[in-house]
């Protein structure tokens, strides 16, 4: 998990900055911090990864902030004023937000960071791992490689992960967390509800709130997870 802090002066505008934190599976919020004087006694005794911080606060800018401090964690500027980009760049900013930002913009830039502290998909661990366009699973007391590009969908269920392929008619049932298989995949594959991640490259309909997949597979899509679905939808509209 990558821990962040979340910083600006304005409560409506850390309210939404904070949702968008929770609806990341790889971030986990550290606090949120209405000045840059607050977050600098956070960081005195919580480690921090990112700080997503607003330039123009009372007491201390978030500009001036950054530039105090002695370890860096990654920087995302968040600002109304574009005229700050370059001067956040030279703080090594990883990315610039600029006000009002949707959570398409917000997810870019937590992806930046996620290339840049989680380990690379070519690494493997003891439940799985990503190497080039394939995964490694156990299932069946043996490990398995399952092309990425053959996954339509997968269901959670407690403990365990059923792999929807288009080769086979049986999915692949592995020990797994939902949470570890969808930091381990890429950004063509979505979370929809607590129990699928769908390939997107595989929906063939979206009808109200189900996903279809074919004529036979409709999948629900969860409260929690239709503002990143339509926010997908949106930016792969064609149309009035």
């Known amino acids: 998990m990558i821990r962040v802090l979340a910083i600006d002066d304005e409560p409506l505008a850390l ?15 550290v606090a949120q911090c209405q000045s840059a004087l607050e977050a600098r006694k956070v960081m005195d005794c919580e480690p921090v990864d990112a ?4 330039i123009n606060m009372p007491d201390l800018s978030g500009m001036d902030f950054v530039k105090q401090l002695p370890v860096r964690p990654i920087i995302v500027f968040t600002t ?16 610039y937000l600029l006000k009002p930002f949707g959570f398409v913009d917000f997810q870019r830039a937590a992806l930046k960071i996620k290339e840049k502290l989680l380990p690379r998909p070519s690494q493997l661990t003891e439940e799985g791992g990503v190497e ?12 398995v490689r399952i092309t990425l590009s053959d996954i339509r969908y997968i269901e959670g269920m407690s403990e365990y992960l059923k792999i929807y392929l288009d080769s086979q008619s049986k999915p692949v049932i592995t020990l797994l967390s939902m949470k570890k298989m ?3 995949l890429p ?5 929809i509800h607590r129990s699928y991640i769908v ?13 279809i997949m ?22 792969h509209y064609l149309g009035k």
Not at 15 to 27: E, G
Not at 80 to 95: F, L, P, R
Not at 199 to 211: A, C, G, H
Request: charged share 30%; with cysteine; glycine share 4%.
């Open 15 to 29: 309210q939404q900055l904070v949702s968008y934190i929770r609806k990341i599976p790889f971030f986990e919020l």
């Open 51 to 54: 700080l997503f911080c607003d």
């Open 80 to 95: 109304a004023y574009s005229e700050y980009a370059v001067e956040g760049y030279k703080v090594d900013a990883i990315d």
């Open 132 to 143: 080039g366009g394939s995964i490694f699973v156990k299932t069946d007391y043996k490990t």
């Open 182 to 184: 969808e930091d381990f």
């Open 187 to 191: 950004s063509n594959f979505m979370r």
């Open 199 to 211: 390939n997107l490259d595989k929906v063939q309909e979206v009808n109200k709130n189900r996903i």
């Open 214 to 235: 074919d004529a036979d597979t409709y999948l629900p899509i969860g409260d929690n997870y239709k503002e990143q679905f339509n926010d997908y939808l949106s930016n």
